[in-house]
């Protein structure tokens, strides 16, 4: 569904220098990335801002012409073929909105089934899908503006996916949302992919979205894919320190343990880090129990936002 090899984009800048003179200097937003993504996937692209996600997206969208590297998305070039593509594709940008905001809900609905050419009868059939799984129906006729954020976001889903897209392009979709709507947007992209087997492609800095709906994903960051893999394993990968919980019986002071260091006590209760290649939580009960009387245990596994940080700062070195 997308073929990127050696993809480049450059910009040309100018600064002041003085009082009456400019510099022009070029400045490299993306900087040889290649991959590819399967039809039915669903990929999580991230990295920090100025990474080169936005540029990306914009280049396989048409948006942008890249400067060099090849680009195939549907089959077509995006820059080259971009009115076409346009009826292959859907997008949904967290901050901008395709929706007429003195319009109500269903009028944009109708206007972009002109600008998409979309038959009357699969229209409506389209719609009435979406209303319900979507839960439309109270506010289809309230203007966009008057919209909650979470209200416009899947008005903003409704206007990406009426004219059935194969490839569906997310930048943060669930920005500002609250926890209810949240979940529900993510419910129902997870079935849109694997019911649907809309291909998707989703950059957010929200990384239990990624955890959530996505098994691979790509970190970018200066312009480079640092990562390529599944979501699940970057955390084993790159994640190997743990943390081991324990209450005990009474408050007392800092366990000593081998291959492993309280970090943190709170009353009775201990946060113990340590590094799966240097010892196993088996052993480590062990060790308290030699100390200390235990009343309950808990792992913390990696969170993917530590490890991803980690990657950013080099503390994770990808191989």
Not at 3 to 30: C, I, N, P, Q
Not at 169 to 190: C, N, Q, Y
Not at 225 to 242: K, Q
Request: glycine share 8%; aromatic share 6%.
């Amino acid at each position: 569904m997308i073929e990127v090899g050696d993809l480049r984009k450059t910009f040309t800048v100018y600064r002041h220098v003085g009082r009456l003179r400019r510099e022009r200097r070029r400045v490299t937003a993306v900087d040889g990335i290649s991959f590819s993504v399967e039809r039915g996937e669903m990929v999580g692209y991230i990295g920090p801002n100025g990474a080169g996600k936005s540029t990306t997206i914009k280049m396989l969208t048409g948006i942008l012409v890249p400067s060099s590297g090849r680009l195939l998305v549907a089959g077509l070039a995006p820059a080259r073929r971009r009115t076409e593509l346009a009826r292959r594709i859907g997008v949904v940008f967290g901050n901008r909105s395709q929706l007429w905001w003195d319009l109500p809900l269903r009028d944009s609905f109708e206007l972009l089934r002109h600008i998409y050419r979309v038959p009357a009868a699969d229209h409506r059939r389209r719609t009435a899908e979406l209303r319900e799984l979507l839960d439309l129906e109270p506010f289809l006729d309230t203007p966009v503006r008057q919209l909650s954020l979470g209200q416009r976001m899947r008005g903003e889903l409704t206007a990406a996916l009426l004219h059935a897209p194969d490839l569906l392009f997310l930048d943060e979709p669930t920005v500002g949302l609250d926890i209810v709507s949240k979940a529900r947007v993510r419910e129902f992209l997870a079935d849109l992919n694997r019911k649907g087997g809309v291909t998707v492609l989703l950059t957010t800095h929200d990384l239990s979205d990624i955890e959530r709906l996505c098994p691979r994903m790509l970190i970018i960051d200066k312009g480079r894919v640092l990562y390529d893999g599944g979501t699940a394993e970057i955390a084993t990968r790159f994640g190997a320190e743990r943390t081991l919980v324990v209450d005990l019986t009474e408050t007392r002071a800092p366990l000593r343990l081998a291959r492993a260091a309280v970090v943190r006590t709170d009353g009775p209760r201990q946060w113990i880090r340590f590094r799966s290649e240097e010892t196993t939580a088996a052993a480590l009960i062990s060790a308290i129990t030699e100390q200390a009387q235990l009343v309950d245990l808990s792992i913390e596994e990696p969170d993917i936002e530590e490890v991803v940080r980690r990657v950013y700062t080099g503390e994770a070195v990808l191989t």
